[in-house]
């Protein structure tokens, strides 16, 4: 598959940003996350899709209006501090492919998922000019697109990337974008910094959990009927609904151990933590805490333990917790909780898995006039230094959860021979047949 680049251009917003917002100041939590993008690609097949249309032109114009609203991500990266809003644009890049995009997704191979992202996500000369937004549209011969996006991650989580497509998405379908919600960018104001204290100790923490080796990705399909046979193995008055995503999130934690002392992380929205008033569902930036849950024991333990563990870390991050991060102690218990993952996820007997979740962010249902994505993707690992990660990302038809496991190689011919967590999950489904309404299983 060659992917080439047919043309490059910035993509300015439709009117100018006011002065008093030029200097946008990026908040405390904005520096926990170390990595520079983050990466999305949607896949739209060509079935609603005619050759020779406009699609190009109309995504750049409603996208040029969009970034009108969402003002920092058209400017440039001024500092560690601060994001210039200069109207300067957006990195936009036209690209074609040299195949159908049913060939790629009829058995999609991962390590080539990066070539349709605008930027390469590691390299230090990938930003030399401190974009913030970095977009790539991928034509296929058959008249199929895949749009890949790599946002500075100083500026957008999982749910903030959700509500900048919510709005791209409906500008390009013409609708009234008035009747969307409007973004807002409290994270300063409620997380105000003027160091990068937090910035150095994540960093710290992160470094210390890398790992060098051979890295491999793979994609577990947990269709919602077998997340249902798992649910039927936990009792009720143990642990009250629990959730599909901790549902998956244990059962792999529970095979990944290996008879391993193992600690997990999972990074938590603080969006409903937070005060309605505000409302921080549409906050843009980073509003993103890790939590933490260990099993220090070389014995197994039952899928109900595992999910008591993973519960009881989540539900420790309530609107007090909040506040309290808010609060004269709110330094002291981030130091606390970044170290504890750093010296525990670091030890030699111990193994480190880090969760991370996309679920009910409505990816799925960015239309931008020609139908819905037929598929959704993160991207696979790069390099020979990474970690443990498994990144959960919901079905086009909600009806099941992908987990793209990435793993040392070794450690992932282990986890793809086990018989048992194959009986809930299918290694690497074609994205067509994922798509295909005649697949829905619902609980």
């Known amino acids: 598959m060659k992917v080439e680049i047919v043309s490059r251009e910035d993509i300015r917003p439709s009117s100018p940003t006011p002065s008093h917002l030029r200097d946008f100041k990026l908040s405390l939590l904005d520096h926990l996350i170390s990595s520079p993008y983050a990466p999305i690609i949607l896949f739209y097949d060509s079935s609603s899709l005619s050759q ?39 990195n936009f890049v036209e690209a074609k492919v040299n195949c159908p995009l049913s060939i790629f997704l009829g058995q999609p191979q991962l390590n080539l998922l990066h070539k349709f992202l605008p930027i390469e996500l590691f390299s230090q000369e990938s930003n030399s000019e401190n974009y913030v937004t970095h977009i790539q549209v991928n034509f296929f011969e058959c008249g199929g697109i895949a749009i890949g996006m790599c946002i500075s991650h100083r500026i957008v989580d999982g749910a903030a990337m959700s509500t900048f497509l919510k709005e791209w998405s409906c500008r390009a379908r013409g609708c009234n974008c008035n009747q969307l919600p409007q973004p807002n960018f409290i994270g300063y104001s409620l997380f105000p910094t003027k160091s990068l204290w937090l910035r150095d100790l994540a960093m710290s923490t992160w470094a210390s959990l890398f790992k060098q080796g051979k890295w491999v990705t793979k994609r577990f399909l947990f269709r919602n009927s077998d997340i249902a046979l798992l649910k039927a193995q936990i009792s009720d008055s143990a642990i009250q609904h629990p959730t599909r995503v901790e549902i998956v ?54 899928l109900e333990g595992l999910v008591a563990k993973l ?53 799925y249902e960015a239309d931008f006039g020609w139908g819905k994505p037929t598929w959704v993707t993160c991207v696979a690992a790069t390099g020979s230094v990474y970690m443990n990660l498994i990144m959960l990302v919901d079905t086009r038809l909600r009806d099941g959860i992908e987990a793209w496991v990435t793993l040392v190689e070794q450690d992932m011919t282990t986890l793809i021979a086990n018989t048992e967590l194959l009986k809930y999950a299918t290694l690497d489904p074609s994205p067509l047949a994922m798509s295909s309404i005649e697949n829905i299983r619902t609980i």
């Not at 995504?59 to 300067?88: A, V, W």
């Not at 309605?276 to 906050?283: D, N, R, T, Y």
């Open 311 to 363: 519960r009881n870390a989540i539900s420790k991050v309530d609107d007090k917790f909040v506040k309290e991060l808010q609060g004269d102690n709110g330094r002291s218990i981030m130091q606390d909780s970044l170290r504890g993952i750093g010296e525990t996820g670091s030890k030699n007997e111990v193994e480190y898995f880090a969760f991370s979740s996309w679920c009910n962010f409505e990816f």
């Open 52 to 90: 020779g249309s406009n699609k190009l032109q109309l995504l750049k114009q409603s996208l040029s209006e969009t970034l009108t609203k969402f003002y920092p991500l058209g400017g440039r990266i001024k500092d560690d501090l601060t994001i210039e809003c200069n109207d300067n644009g957006a």
């Open 249 to 302: 999130s244990t059962i792999l934690w529970k095979f990944l151990m290996a008879k391993r002392p193992s600690l997990v992380t999972h990074l938590v929205n603080l969006r409903r933590r937070i005060d309605e008033a505000l409302s921080p569902q549409h906050a843009m930036g980073n509003l993103l805490w890790p939590v933490a849950a260990e099993h220090m024991s070389d014995h197994e333990t039952d």
